[in-house]
């Protein structure tokens, strides 16, 4: 018998005799009380995710518990709205009926979490399927053991586990939870267990949504501020370590600004980290020590073909520390070109137009993100009509994941569906086609058999 299945039966209970009857009132109250423990425990996931990966305190505010923070002021705001009934206009055809979609929670879902932002990509869909008002079981990363933790505490110390649970645990215990029939599956994750995950679910047709990562590309104008952009490129790239779904993979520079551009991101560079011993106090560690080995050898094997390592590049092994770095020389056929990076290393290759440019973005699936730095919104335009990403940033990066009222989510290999705000609320809510007909007499009555005289106004 599956291990988890009394605990899924409990939950499919309790959400058809109550959760699913539930006012709007009482989810808020769920999410105050979620937002309150939150606010009260901060120290506690901080110092989580410190142990977890040396994470620093300021990047644990800003990327995991300020935005859970602002997502739940987000749905308690607006849950009003988003499950507002959406009234129609009613077609010639159907004359005396009245149509509208009504919103209603799918039932009990699955969440699955990666390990990159533990904290923030558990407790994110879970704000959206209880705004929707559904019941979950959260399946965090074993990868971070000390975060796992903390979200178990915050939901054993919020919900019951009727309602909302969590399942510790790797891919046995995933595996396990994936073969039962949920009514919907939230997945985080890389495209390759995505496909596991879409695989599991067609099995019971549950609706999926999976956000999975990619080789996201920045283009660089020669019209581009190079300075600005050098600056945010820093941020951007080296945030968690380079371990985010909406990092950088490579920076196409135009050829004839290549020089100019270079030594802007060298400034930049020593601007923002200084020399390495003073970055290796403000920077996050690679996760694990397989993780650390996998990014390392895409830098030796990128020195072997060539290229040139122009900042960073030093590694310390007893700590899973690769310090910032810059490649100059990547071309199409580098490994480091082929592979989501998932570290910090900030590899460039050059451009001569932008055909060149366009055709090398469209050579991998379509990417999570992609950013194009520019003064031109011609050119701008131009990139964004020949190619398809998930999300786009003109003149800077990362920050479409922190806007809340953008569908945050990849495209085909980089996600199925959206996150975050009422497109988080959606993915959990199914919109139901609610129509009401007269009783007697009616219009539709004009295409029931036999047709005799309505022939000629049916065909
Ligand atoms: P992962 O796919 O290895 O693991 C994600 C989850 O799936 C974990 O909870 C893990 O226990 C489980 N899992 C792993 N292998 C499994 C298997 N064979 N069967 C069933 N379950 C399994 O991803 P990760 O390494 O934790 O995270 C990094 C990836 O996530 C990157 O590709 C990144 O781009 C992507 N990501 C995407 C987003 C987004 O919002 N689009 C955000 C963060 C990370």
């Given at each position: 018998?599956?291990?988890y299945?009394?605990?899924?039966?409990?939950?499919?209970?309790?959400f058809?005799?109550?959760?699913?009857?539930?006012?709007l009132?009482?989810?808020?109250?769920k999410?105050k009380?979620?937002?309150?423990?939150?606010?009260?425990?901060d120290?506690m996931?901080?110092?989580?995710?410190?142990?977890?990966?040396?994470?620093?305190r300021?990047?644990?505010?800003?990327?995991?518990?300020?935005?859970?923070?602002?997502?739940?002021?987000?749905a308690?705001h607006?849950?009003?709205?988003?499950?507002?009934?959406?009234?129609?206009?009613?077609?010639?055809?159907?004359?005396?009926?009245?149509?509208?979609?009504?919103k209603?929670?799918?039932?009990?879902?699955l969440?699955?979490a990666?390990?990159?932002?533990p904290?923030?990509?558990?407790i994110?869909?879970?704000v959206s399927?209880?705004?929707?008002?559904c019941c979950?079981?959260?399946?965090?990363?074993?990868h971070?053991?000390?975060a796992?933790k903390?979200?178990?505490q915050?939901?054993n110390d919020?919900?019951?586990?009727?309602?909302?649970a969590?399942?510790?645990?790797?891919?046995?215990?995933?595996t396990?939870?994936?073969?039962?029939?949920?009514?919907?599956?939230?997945?985080t994750?890389?495209?390759?267990?995505?496909?596991i995950?879409?695989?599991?679910?067609?099995?019971h047709?549950?609706?999926?949504t999976l956000?999975?990562?990619?080789?996201?590309?920045?283009?660089i104008?020669?019209?581009?501020?190079?300075?600005?952009?050098?600056?945010k490129?820093?941020?951007?790239?080296?945030?968690?370590?380079?371990?985010?779904c909406?990092?950088i993979?490579?920076?196409?520079?135009?050829?004839?600004?290549?020089?100019?551009?270079?030594t802007e991101?060298?400034?930049?560079?020593?601007?923002?980290?200084?020399?390495?011993?003073?970055?290796?106090?403000?920077f996050?560690?690679?996760?694990n020590?397989?993780?650390?080995?996998?990014?390392?050898?895409?830098?030796?094997?990128?020195?072997?073909?060539?290229a040139k390592?122009?900042?960073?590049?030093?590694?310390?092994e007893s700590?899973?520390?690769?310090?910032?770095?810059i490649?100059d020389?990547?071309?199409?056929?580098?490994?480091i070109?082929?592979?989501e990076?998932?570290?910090?290393?900030?590899?460039?290759?050059?451009?001569?137009?932008?055909?060149?440019?366009?055709?090398?973005?469209n050579k991998?699936?379509?990417?999570l993100?992609l950013?194009?730095?520019?003064?031109?919104?011609?050119?701008?335009?131009?990139?964004?009509?020949?190619t398809?990403a998930?999300t786009?940033?003109?003149?800077?990066t990362?920050?479409?994941?922190?806007h809340?009222?953008l569908?945050?989510?990849?495209v085909?290999h980089?996600?199925i569906?959206k996150?975050?705000?009422?497109?988080?609320?959606?993915?959990?809510?199914?919109?139901?086609?609610?129509?009401?007909?007269r009783?007697?007499?009616?219009?539709?009555?004009?295409i029931?058999?036999?047709?005799?005289?309505?022939?000629?106004?049916?065909v």
């Amino acid at each position: 018998m599956n291990p988890y299945q009394d605990l899924y039966h409990k939950q499919k209970t309790h959400f058809a005799t109550a959760v699913k009857h539930a006012t709007l009132w009482e989810r808020k109250q769920k999410l105050k009380a979620l937002k309150k423990w939150i606010k009260e425990h901060d120290e506690m996931i901080i110092s989580a995710l410190q142990k977890d990966f040396k994470k620093t305190r300021e990047e644990v505010m800003i990327s995991e518990i300020k935005p859970v923070i602002g997502e739940i002021r987000d749905a308690i705001h607006n849950i009003r709205y988003w499950a507002r009934d959406e009234y129609k206009k009613t077609p010639l055809a159907l004359l005396g009926t009245k149509a509208k979609v009504i919103k209603e929670p799918k039932g009990v879902a699955l969440i699955i979490a990666p390990w990159n932002f533990p904290f923030n990509l558990a407790i994110g869909p879970l704000v959206s399927a209880i705004a929707a008002g559904c019941c979950a079981v959260v399946k965090p990363s074993e990868h971070t053991p000390h975060a796992e933790k903390v979200i178990q505490q915050l939901i054993n110390d919020v919900f019951d586990e009727k309602e909302i649970a969590c399942v510790t645990g790797g891919v046995p215990e995933t595996t396990n939870l994936l073969e039962l029939n949920w009514d919907h599956i939230f997945f985080t994750g890389s495209p390759m267990v995505g496909s596991i995950v879409m695989k599991a679910a067609s099995k019971h047709l549950t609706s999926v949504t999976l956000e999975l990562g990619g080789l996201n590309p920045v283009v660089i104008d020669e019209r581009a501020n190079l300075k600005d952009a050098a600056r945010k490129l820093m941020w951007g790239k080296y945030l968690n370590c380079g371990q985010s779904c909406v990092s950088i993979n490579y920076v196409l520079v135009h050829q004839s600004i290549k020089e100019k551009f270079n030594t802007e991101l060298v400034k930049a560079y020593e601007k923002r980290f200084g020399t390495e011993a003073s970055s290796k106090n403000d920077f996050a560690r690679i996760v694990n020590t397989n993780h650390f080995e996998r990014v390392k050898n895409l830098v030796d094997s990128s020195v072997e073909e060539g290229a040139k390592v122009i900042k960073g590049g030093t590694f310390d092994e007893s700590d899973n520390y690769i310090a910032p770095t810059i490649i100059d020389g990547i071309n199409e056929d580098s490994a480091i070109f082929k592979e989501e990076i998932f570290g910090p290393i900030l590899p460039l290759m050059t451009y001569n137009t932008i055909d060149e440019a366009i055709k090398i973005i469209n050579k991998n699936e379509k990417p999570l993100a992609l950013y194009v730095f520019t003064r031109s919104n011609k050119f701008a335009k131009n990139i964004i009509n020949h190619t398809s990403a998930g999300t786009t940033v003109i003149n800077d990066t990362t920050l479409q994941f922190v806007h809340p009222n953008l569908p945050f989510g990849g495209v085909n290999h980089s996600g199925i569906g959206k996150a975050h705000g009422e497109y988080g609320y959606k993915e959990f809510t199914n919109e139901r086609a609610l129509l009401k007909q007269r009783r007697g007499l009616t219009s539709a009555m004009l295409i029931y058999p036999p047709f005799n005289g309505f022939k000629r106004f049916v065909v």
